[in-house]
């Protein structure tokens, strides 16, 4: 592999910074900002959370690299013509099938939230949003779901919200609902561990799914060492993209959603292709079913997307496909000076850490 640039800038001349509002308050923002840039492979996009520190946001510049095809610090790199899109093997859907998300909102948004998404067989719905104290609120919100949408397959997640014996008390009022599974109640894979241990000897028919556990653990496979969770829960650039994500997906040998980190269409694209190359086993069919229900529906969660006509669910579904941008939106969505800067000299300290990383061995 030849020597790589210590200048990020000097690898990837042109980026844009874009900041895009949001329908409504999720994850206690109301604008997500996001930084996009082209390789020979298309677009891709670097959108780590702006508290997440450099190590932990390394790994996200490092799917976005890979997605792009552009070199990766210690790997080899994947080539490509402009615009390729990887083939799908004849088992592999040119769409997958999606959920709706409701964010913690009030009753009254329940309705609108939801009919943004068309035609949907399955809902996650965030619970937990003040921890325990917001459970009479999501009760009324699930309630309110039930009514409005009897038959459909119901997930919660709580973002590591509860301690493990308000995750008890918030699992045995949630049992009612008929939950596909019960996302992250708990931090820390031990603690996911004792919670399905105490939710088994209560005879609660709730099913765990890992997600924090998986994403920030130091050793990902640790949830499935412990039996903590059912289902794991993979997001392509926490987890370093998507042949890293895919990995851990097949040495877990547990069934897998792939989900949003709440990206644009452009960071979608990279979910679809992980969703479309995931097994189909005896446990992930019994437990979601034939078509699992990908959480990459979360474009309708922005009141404007780098394209016109993005990865928005249609009837159910997003296909797998690259997106590039439309330049007049790269124009009007994009950040001030100020925060273009401040995510230039992000991607500088990601691109260290990387390359710190390879060249220490």
């Not at 009254?108 to 067989?121: K, Q, T, W």
């Not at 719905?125 to 009897?150: I, M, Q, T, W």
């Not at 330049?327 to 850490?353: F, M, N």
Request: include cysteine; charge should be negative.
């Amino acid at each position: 592999m030849t020597a790589l640039p210590a200048s990020f800038a000097d690898l990837v001349p042109r980026v844009h910074v874009l900041r895009l509002p949001m329908v409504t308050r999720f994850r206690g923002i109301t604008e997500r900002e996001i930084l996009l840039f082209e390789g020979p492979l298309g677009w891709a996009e670097f959108s780590p959370f702006v508290e997440y520190d450099a190590r932990e946001s390394s790994r996200w510049l490092q799917a976005a690299l890979e997605f792009a095809g552009l070199p990766v610090p210690g790997r080899e790199p994947i080539h490509g013509a402009p615009g390729d899109v990887p083939e799908n093997r004849a088992d592999e859907p040119a769409f997958v099938e999606v959920n709706a998300t409701l964010p913690a909102a009030g009753v009254d948004e329940v309705e609108p939230i939801l009919a943004r998404y068309g035609a949907v067989s399955t809902v996650k719905a965030k619970v937990a949003e003040h921890g325990l104290a917001s459970l009479p609120e999501d009760l009324a919100r699930l309630r309110e779901l039930r009514r409005l949408f009897p038959d459909v397959v119901l997930r919660l997640d709580a973002n590591a919200k509860y301690t493990l014996a308000e995750a008890v008390e918030a699992s045995e009022a949630f049992a009612e609902f008929d939950l596909q599974y019960f996302e992250q109640p708990v931090p820390g894979v031990e603690d996911l561990a004792r919670l399905r241990e105490r939710l088994a000897a209560r005879d609660l028919p709730v099913r765990l799914a890992a997600d924090e556990s998986i994403r920030k653990a130091e050793d990902p496979l640790r949830v499935a060492a412990l039996g903590a969770a059912e289902v794991v829960i993979v997001k392509v650039q926490p987890l370093g993209g998507v042949a890293a994500a895919a990995e851990i997906v097949q040495r877990s040998g547990l069934p897998a959603v792939v989900s949003s980190a709440l990206e644009s269409s452009v960071g979608l694209a990279a979910g679809a292709e992980l969703a479309a190359r995931l097994p189909r086993t005896p446990s992930s069919r019994d437990i979601l079913g034939e078509h699992p229900a990908c959480g990459l529906g979360t474009a309708r969660l922005f009141a404007a997307d780098v394209v016109a006509d993005g990865l928005v669910p249609v009837d159910g579904r997003i296909p797998v496909t690259r997106i590039a941008p439309d330049p007049q939106r790269l124009k009007a969505l994009a950040a001030d000076p100020g925060r273009s800067a401040w995510w230039a000299a992000r991607a500088q300290e990601c691109w260290d850490v990387l390359r710190s990383v390879s060249l220490n061995g």
